[in-house]
Nanobody
């Protein structure tokens, strides 16, 4: 059974930091590209950061503030989020994908940025 389990969300003040983790099981993790998406209330889900092959890509709104990384030994992908803004408030999801591979989603973790 494939599982992607996000953790690390919570309430943080503007300017603060959080690190999200997504632990994968049931897949050969190293074969998958990984991404972080978010969905704010009333909005469409959007890509925040992706790890495709050896490359990273970021939404313009988070460039310079967020960093995506992975540890294949731990089957985990991370999203370090710094200088958080109220507009970063959303449910954050991790996504496992790859050419010829079935994609998988986690259940999401809530991030709320508010004073």
């Amino acid at each position: 059974q494939v599982q992607l389990v996000e953790s690390g969300g919570g309430l943080v003040q503007p300017g603060g930091s959080l690190r999200l983790s997504c632990a994968a099981s049931g897949i050969i993790f190293s074969r998958y590209d990984m991404g972080w998406y978010r969905q704010a209330l009333g909005k469409q889900r959007e890509l925040v950061a992706g790890l495709t092959g050896g490359s990273t890509n970021y939404a313009d709104s988070v460039k310079g503030r967020f960093t995506v990384s992975r540890d294949n030994a731990k089957n985990t992908v991370y999203l370090q989020m710094n200088m958080l803004k109220p507009e970063d408030t959303a449910v954050y999801y991790c996504h496992a994908y790859g050419v010829g591979l079935r994609g998988y989603w986690g259940q999401g973790t809530q991030v709320t940025v508010s004073s």
